[in-house]
């Protein structure tokens, strides 16, 4: 489904996407819900008319309840603004690969890592377009994963992995939260005014290569963001990449991460494993569980 411009005032709900049960990976659907700006109706458009929220809109005034994805790549990827997702079951999940499983990625890795949840904006245009007001809250993203990750470390190119959510804006809300995909939980986009609840994740690093972190601050600043109740387990046999990657823009402020148990069966990265936030008034509560400390 391709959702642009200024859409809005759109409900979507008791909708199951899936593919057959007996379809290889190379089958399944790329894309469930894209999002995109576009010129607003009414106007005249040439090649000098700005994109801006005077002349461009984005999709607006959402709803996606009762959503059930069976055997995707994407899910839902775009920018967006005042979007509610409630109620959201992913089940089969993979990257773009060929029907013998191999290509992961495309040739060169030519396709974006795939989520859950992307929703991304441009940060450095205009603020009017931003992501913002989206809440997310009661979603199982529960695999199976089917194929291999794309990076294997093998002195190849790296072009990232697919977590479950990935997401950036303004006033984003998200809670109730789970997900076991090996790939991993989040990838926090540059944000302002950010509250991630009561999250259960578990992972692999292993399935990673021991390329990547469960969680990570890809991006910056990072301003006003909490993440608070949440317990992240890698089951691999030992854990090399930080749990939690680092963030180091000392334009951060007030970040908080309060009340986050990381569990790893054997902690083999070689310091510690707390990740390092720059910025200011930032609070950073962690503990750790399992293997050695």
């Known amino acids: 489904f391709f959702v642009t411009g200024d859409v809005a005032r759109l409900r979507v709900t008791g909708m199951k996407l899936y593919v057959p049960a007996d379809v290889t990976a190379d089958r399944f659907i790329p894309m469930a819900f894209s999002f995109s700006k576009n010129y607003r109706g009414n106007q005249v458009v040439t090649a000098k008319t700005p994109l801006t929220a005077q002349y461009v809109a984005v999709p607006h005034d959402l709803t996606f309840s009762d959503i059930d994805l069976d055997g995707t790549y994407m899910g839902w990827q775009g920018n967006l603004q005042d979007a509610t997702f409630v109620h959201i079951r992913s089940h ?9 499983g191999g ?16 929703l991304n904006y441009a940060k450095d245009g205009d603020p009017g377009l931003f992501d913002r007001r989206i809440t997310l809250r009661d979603v199982i993203d529960s695999g199976p994963r089917i194929g291999q990750a794309r990076d294997r470390g093998d002195g190849g190119s790296l072009s990232g992995y697919a977590t479950s959510l990935k997401i950036g804006g303004m006033d984003i809300v998200v809670d109730q939260y789970r997900s076991t995909r090996p790939d991993g939980f989040l990838d926090l986009l540059a944000s302002d005014g950010v509250r991630i609840s009561n999250v259960v994740a578990t992972y692999d690093s292993s399935f990673l290569h021991d390329l990547y972190p469960g969680w990570r601050f890809p991006d910056s600043p990072y301003r006003n963001v909490t993440i608070e109740n949440v317990v992240l387990t890698d089951l691999a046999a030992k854990t090399v990449q930080r749990p939690i990657g680092n963030s180091g823009n000392a334009s951060n402020d007030h970040v908080v991460l309060r009340n986050i148990e ?14 390092a936030i720059a910025g200011q008034h930032n609070e950073v509560s962690i503990r750790f569980t399992g293997g050695q400390q």
Request: aromatic fraction near 16%.
């Open 262 to 275: 990381v569990r790893m069966n054997h902690w083999d990265g070689g310091g510690s494993p707390q990740p």
């Open 103 to 118: 290509q992961v990625g495309g040739t060169g890795k030519w396709f974006a890592p795939p989520h859950l949840f992307y």
């Open 92 to 100: 089969r999940y993979a990257d773009l690969q060929d029907k013998d």
